[in-house]
């Protein structure tokens, strides 16, 4: 099986910076996502990781370890509009290429 | 571009009735995936089609749930006589081909709501 474990919430002022971290036990996978969701939206996608190392997005960026089976997406010069759900997800190994979702991570910012 | 299309947005039965639920992807895309998110939680899968084909469906409850995606036309979830717990955002996603590094874009949603 594959499970993939966040904080549930995470409290943070406006422009700083926060991570928010996913640890994963899953037998494979292709890559390590990102998304978005507001409060009554659908998941927006933020950000992709094929390959460990750090991928850059403007004030996001994602980190993946599959040494480590870890993650995380860290956001910089947080904005209120931050405030929303985010939740890592790996793409399955099998032929459908599902989203197997983590529980989520509600971040909170602050002025 | 269009993005992903889901109708209705809001839909209210009661016990027992049936709901369906539209999904319209992308332009060029053929791949569809049904999400379904519980509050508080994260999407859990549900179904994944091509035109005219069930490719996995091993997140299917296996009563009352059944989908299907055309030739022609949207991709339809249909849940017969509802029950309480059915009540849940739905999401559809779409892809335009199969891969690993392919990404899913996620419609609006469809919000259950079983009275």
């Known amino acids: 099986g594959q499970s993939l474990e966040q904080p549930s919430e995470v409290t943070a002022v406006e422009g700083a910076i926060v991570q928010i971290n996913c640890t994963y036990q899953t037998s494979g996978f292709y890559g390590l996502s990102w998304y978005q969701q507001h409060d009554g939206g659908a998941p927006t996608f933020l950000s992709y990781n094929a390959l460990d190392g750090l991928e850059e997005t403007g004030r996001f960026s994602s980190f993946l370890s599959r040494s480590d089976s870890y993650g995380y997406l860290l956001l910089q010069e947080l904005q209120m509009k931050d405030s929303a759900s985010y939740f890592c997800?790996?793409?399955?190994?099998?032929?459908?290429?599902?989203?197997?979702f983590g529980s989520g991570t509600r971040l909170l910012v602050r002025p | 571009n269009a993005g992903v299309m889901q109708n209705p947005r809001h839909l209210v039965r009661r016990r027992g009735q049936e709901a369906r639920l539209r999904c319209s992807p992308m332009?060029?895309?053929?791949?569809v995936y049904w999400y379904r998110q519980l509050p508080e939680e994260g999407l859990k899968f549900m179904v994944y089609?091509?035109?005219?084909?069930?490719?996995?469906e091993s997140g299917m409850p296996k009563e009352r749930f059944s989908a299907e995606f055309p030739k022609e036309g949207p991709s339809i979830l249909r849940i017969q006589q509802v029950v309480r717990g059915d009540s849940a955002a739905y999401f559809c996603?779409?892809?335009?081909?199969?891969?690993?590094?392919?990404?899913?874009?996620f419609g609006p949603g469809t919000r259950l709501t079983v009275t």
């Open positions: 997800a790996v793409r399955s190994m099998d032929s459908s290429y599902k989203l197997i």
């Open positions: 089609l091509q035109k005219e084909n069930i490719i996995d």
């Open positions: 996603a779409s892809s335009p081909r199969t891969g690993g590094s392919d990404e899913q874009y």
């Open positions: 332009k060029g895309h053929s791949h």
